[in-house]
């Protein structure tokens, strides 16, 4: 089955420098790559996605790209801010029947 | 994006007991998923709800101990059955709007401790 690993488990970095997380995934079939980010107490929350016919989408801050061949796809969020700080999960599905879910980052970002 | 609201949001249960947790969605959704995040740890899939039919389990996880129903397109509810403090996570309804290639939210999640 699916099996997606994230890496690092945490991550701490400066106020307005760029964080990035990055996932890979076993599944060739996997063609849906949604990021999530949850926060203390919350259920997570979808803030942006990749298809498996698109190698890079943007979103202000943040950026996600993903590379078929390798099987792997990355988060990149720029100019951090303290309110970034949460834990982030990067998924994948197949047809979005079954979304596996990486382990989750966590991500402090220090004023 | 759907808005799902979870029932109840938290609770602290005796052994033994069963819980039954409720999901509401403000529109009719394709599919409904149940998820269980333990401690610190990432989302693990109970089970997809299927409406007027049987769930699907994944490996690892019983009707007996999880039953789920799903009436309509925009509700279900998981039972926590014969709980034991091994089951104290938290527990996330899903949904999926439309089927194939597309976003799944998340509701706010029960947390639910055994004691």
């Known amino acids: 089955g699916e099996n997606v690993e994230q890496h690092p488990s945490t991550l701490s970095v400066q106020e307005g420098d760029s964080a990035v997380i990055k996932c890979t995934y076993s599944?060739?079939?996997?063609?849906?790559f949604p990021w999530y980010k949850q926060e203390l107490g919350k259920g997570p929350q979808l803030i942006i996605d990749?298809?498996?016919?698109?190698g890079e989408k943007k979103d202000q801050r943040i950026a996600v790209t993903l590379n078929k061949t390798a099987k792997h796809f990355s988060l990149h969020i720029t100019e951090t801010q303290p309110e970034d700080s949460a834990v982030y999960f990067c998924?994948?599905?197949?047809?979005?029947?079954?979304?596996?879910f990486g382990a989750g980052t966590r991500l402090f970002v220090k004023a | 994006s759907a808005v799902i609201s979870q029932k109840p949001s938290r609770d602290i249960c005796q052994r033994g007991t069963s819980l039954t947790i409720q999901c509401q969605v403000d529109?009719?959704?394709?599919?409904m998923f149940w998820y269980r995040q333990q401690p610190g740890q990432s989302l693990t899939l109970i089970a997809t709800?299927?409406?007027?039919?049987?769930?699907?389990?994944e490996s690892g996880f019983v009707i007996d101990k999880f039953p789920i129903s799903r009436p309509n397109l925009t509700f279900s509810t998981l039972t926590v059955s014969n709980m034991s403090p091994e089951d104290s996570s938290i527990y996330l309804c899903?949904?999926?709007?439309?089927?194939?290639?597309?976003?799944?939210?998340f509701g706010q999640g029960t947390r639910l401790t055994v004691v």
């Open positions: 709800a299927n409406q007027g039919s049987e769930a699907t389990y």
């Open positions: 599944d060739s079939a996997s063609n849906y």
């Open positions: 990749i298809r498996s016919n698109v």
């Open positions: 529109s009719q959704v394709t599919m």
């Open positions: 899903s949904v999926a709007p439309l089927a194939g290639e597309t976003e799944a939210f």
């Open positions: 998924a994948a599905s197949t047809g979005g029947f079954k979304t596996i």
